[in-house]
């Protein structure tokens, strides 16, 4: 069965980075047909997709944060990673991973949903 | 502010339908599939419908979707008690090129 873990500190302090991983169990990234990728819920407020990794290497990213998002993966430890520079307040969240997945013309990453979550980790942004 | 527009709150009553919707624009729901995700208090989102109308395995058939034009909506018929959570809608945005989000709706069984 597949699983997703987020590990990462819980702490960062503001105008530093964040970084966070997600662990993937019960399926290779590496067999491919999927994408990786973060999504974000601030306190109390609604989802904001991050950015989405293939395992190639192919990356989509929210325009409103891709000036300081990184995605990347390591298909030898079926891990991709976060990395969101320069943290204010605002990025305080829960960040969680997720497996996109599509039945039908899979060429176009629109075509992709996200099927299975982790549980999600805190992130508190605070000096 | 979301780009999908989700009513905040929507209620009913164990054994009622309800329908929760998602207006949009020609750019995302008009061009591009709708999935719903339910998340229950305290939890990760889950998929509940993907491709506008189709249920993933293990997704009870009280569970519908559909897309008339540049709005989704989202039906729950015989509700239950445990239906109370947020639903969220989501889509492809040709525009921000980005997947957009719904501002969620919390639905309360009374």
């Known amino acids: 069965q597949l699983q997703l873990q987020e590990s990462g500190p819980g702490l960062v302090k503001p105008s530093e980075t964040l970084s966070l991983t997600c662990t993937v169990s019960g399926d290779s990234i590496s067999s491919g047909g999927y994408y990786w990728g973060w999504i974000r819920q601030p306190p109390g407020k609604g989802l904001e997709w991050i950015g989405s990794i293939y395992y190639s290497g192919t990356t989509y990213y929210n325009p409103s944060l891709k000036s300081r998002v990184t995605i990347s993966v390591d298909t030898s430890k079926n891990q991709f990673s976060l990395k969101l520079s320069s943290v204010t307040a605002a990025d305080t969240a829960v960040y969680f991973c997720?497996?996109?997945?599509?039945?039908?013309?899979?060429?176009?990453?629109?075509?992709?949903?996200?099927?299975?979550w982790g549980r999600g980790t805190t992130v508190t942004v605070s000096s | 502010q979301s780009v999908l527009t989700q009513p905040p709150s929507a209620s009913g009553t164990p054994g009622q339908r309800v329908t929760i919707s998602c207006s949009g624009s020609s750019s995302n729901i008009g061009s591009n599939a709708v999935n719903w995700y339910q998340q229950l208090p305290g939890t990760a989102p889950k998929l509940l419908i993907y491709?506008?109308?189709k249920r993933p395995s293990g997704v009870p058939d009280r569970f519908s979707g559909s897309k008339p034009g540049t709005s989704a909506s989202l039906g729950i018929s015989g509700l239950q008690s445990e239906d109370e959570a947020d639903y969220y809608c989501a889509a492809w945005d040709d525009s921000l090129n980005g997947v957009v989000f719904g501002g969620g709706t919390k639905l309360t069984v009374l």
């Open positions: 491709s506008n109308n």
């Open positions: 997720a497996r996109h997945a599509c039945r039908t013309n899979c060429y176009a990453f629109y075509n992709y949903y996200m099927d299975v």
